[in-house]
C-alpha cells in the first residue's frame, strides 16, 4: 500500500508496557506523528466519569460516543490531550481511570467512533500509533506491527514509579495487582480484546532501556522499508 506520508507503525501491548514513552521517542526520531489511542480512550472514560454514564444504558452510551469529542493537539514538542474542549492530559493518568478504561474501551460505539477517529488521523501514513489492537483491528494493514510486553511485576514498578513522580498516593503491591486485573479486563473482553497480531514483532522490554528498544525498533523499520523500496 502506498501512503502519501509514509508507512503506519502499529505498536500494541498490555498496560504499563512502555508504549506511549517509546511510541513518541520513536516518532520523533523518524519525524513521524505519534497517535497515543489509549489516550484517547482515557480521555473517553474522563468524559464518562464526569458525565455519570450508566455504562449499562445501550442508548446512553451511544449517544455519548456521537456527542464526546477527543483530540490530540501538539503544543511545543508535546502532546496535549483535550476532551471536549479540556485539556485533560495529567487527569487522565490515575489508577482509577485506567481501571475505567478497560471497561469504556469494551464498549461498541466507543470503539467505533474511536477507530473512526484514529483511521483517519493515521490514513495518510507517517504516523506511529499505539494502543491494543491497532495491528488486529484499527489498522491491520499496518506496514510495520510490534507488540511490546514485559513482566507483570517490571510494568506495575515502572507504572508505580510514575504514578509517585505524580503525588499519586499509592503502593507498589496495590499497582501491580491493577496492572494484572487490567491485563485480564483487557484480554478477556469479547470486543478487539489484547491480543498480538500474527505478523507482530514481539519486543519483551523487561531488562532493556528505553533506548535500546527504539534502536531495535529503528533497526526493523529502515529494513522494512528498504524492502518496500
Known amino acids: 500500500m502506498n501512503r502519501e506520508r509514509g508507512i503506519v507503525i502499529a505498536v500494541d501491548g498490555p498496560s504499563g508496557a512502555g508504549k506511549s514513552t517509546i511510541s513518541r521517542a520513536l516518532s520523533k526520531r523518524l519525524g513521524y506523528l505519534e497517535i497515543d489511542t489509549g489516550a484517547m480512550y482515557r480521555a473517553m472514560s474522563w468524559l464518562a466519569r464526569e458525565s455519570n454514564l450508566d455504562i449499562d444504558d445501550p442508548l446512553a452510551v451511544e449517544q455519548f460516543a456521537q456527542k464526546a469529542r477527543v483530540e490530540l493537539q501538539l503544543d511545543n514538542g508535546t ?24 471497561k469504556i474501551s469494551a464498549l461498541s460505539p466507543v ?61 507498589l503491591e496495590a499497582t501491580i495487582e491493577n496492572v494484572t486485573k487490567r491485563d485480564r479486563q483487557d484480554s478477556e473482553r469479547e470486543l478487539a480484546p489484547l491480543r498480538q497480531a500474527g505478523d507482530a514483532i514481539a519486543i519483551d522490554s523487561t531488562g532493556l532501556s528505553i533506548d535500546e528498544v527504539i534502536a531495535q525498533m529503528e533497526k526493523l523499520y529502515y529494513k522494512r522499508i528498504s524492502e518496500k523500496d
Open 111 to 171: 470503539r467505533k467512533a474511536m477507530m473512526t477517529l484514529q483511521r483517519q488521523m493515521g490514513a495518510k501514513g507517517g504516523v506511529v500509533l499505539d494502543g491494543r489492537d491497532i495491528g488486529t483491528v484499527v489498522f491491520p494493514d499496518a506496514e510495520l506491527k510490534f507488540f511490546l510486553s514485559a513482566s507483570a511485576e517490571e510494568r506495575g514498578r515502572r507504572r508505580f514509579l510514575e504514578l509517585q513522580l505524580k503525588g499519586v498516593d499509592t503502593s
Open 79 to 102: 502532546t496535549r490531550v483535550i476532551a471536549d474542549g479540556q485539556d485533560v492530559t495529567h487527569k487522565i493518568r490515575t489508577p482509577e481511570i485506567s481501571m475505567l478504561t478497560s
